[in-house]
């Protein structure tokens, strides 16, 4: 968190009492060594929690993220209860207890400890969960997603998801919210929230099932609620929810009513088809079109979306067929398999439009191709359930 946190435009402060120098840079040995500060990042054992949110309080710190557990997550309900009464006291904002710590674009302020690398964006991403977080703080790096916040929100003692929604809506580089839930607290002020929202609101929800209820209570503390009930408020206030956590990240940038697939082999194509039609319509090829992929198609092509270019397609034949329906699906993806003819890095240069998506199913054959959409920032899969994801 230290190493992360100097990267930022921000003052920062180190406190602890066993050190001296901390990446070349002082440690106070304690809080009453401090300049004003607004924000603190409370990491120590919790039974001295309570007590430095109080010093720091009387100091004039106004803004707490908790990263310590051993809160109500473990039955220590009682400690919770009084980081609440501390916020009202002082008139304070505390995130967390038990969570990974928040981001700001804007400050390229880094208050966690997540391994990953974070680029900017414009998605506002809460996560109940910290270890959910990071997994998709990692996915979004792969595919340089980036985030204008990220809150990890943990037990939510004080600062809980309405607040964190209404907080959003205020920041102007956020274009699009995403959560992660396990258990909801204050409900009806939530949905007041996603009611009263000008941004889109993506939902993932955890604990459908009994265990999994049980499994988030002991997790975080809050419980999981019935989970349809949830979902028909949340979407008739506006929420949209998500059958997969990775499409928290990917459903704002990649919408799509009608979906097209380009692909060298037929299996792959038809599993892609059901995929997808989970959550878009796959493009029905009018006449007109047909007749013109069969003018640069062999005759032995699938004559239906999917459109089976045939395994020993080039990268001229991938080119052709996807000049012809360019201007017809909302997304076209374009599945690459190893085949004798297949030049991937050849094929991946010519998909030089957004609504292109690569998806490369292998690994040896393609190194370069990989290297060279990487260098690019372009977004790619090698899987077929990753790339339906993002729809």
Sequence with gaps: MAK?????KANIYFVNPHLNTL???????????????????IAIPTKFVLDTVEKMACKGCKNFIIISAGF?????????????????????NIVGPN?????????????????????????GLISQSGAVLTAIMDKAAQNKIGFSHIISMGNMADFNFANAINELNNQENCKTISIYAEGIQYGKEFLKAIRNSKKEILIFKAGKSKAAKKAAFSHTGNLAGDFEMFKILSENAGAVFKNSIESLIYSPEYKAKEVIIVTNAGGPGTILTDLVSQYAKIKELDKKTIEKLNKVLPPTWSHNNPIDVIGDATDERYKAALETVKNLGDIIFVIITPQYMTDALSIVKILNNDKYIPI?????????AINYLENQNRLYFTSLEEAAKIL
């Design 23 to 41: 990446f070349d840079k002082r440690v106070y040995k304690s809080i009453d060594e401090l300049p004003p500060i607004d924000t603190s990042v």
């Design 99 to 123: 969570c990974l710590g928040i981001y700001n674009a804007d400050k390229e302020l880094n208050l966690t400890f997540a391994k990953s690398s974070i680029y900017k964006g414009d998605i």
């Design 4 to 8: 992360n946190a100097l990267n930022s």
């Design 72 to 92: 109500k997550e473990i039955g220590n309900i009682e400690a919770e209860k009084k980081l609440k009464e501390l916020a009202i006291k002082y008139d304070l």
């Design 360 to 368: 490369l199913l292998g690994k040896e054959s393609f190194l370069d």
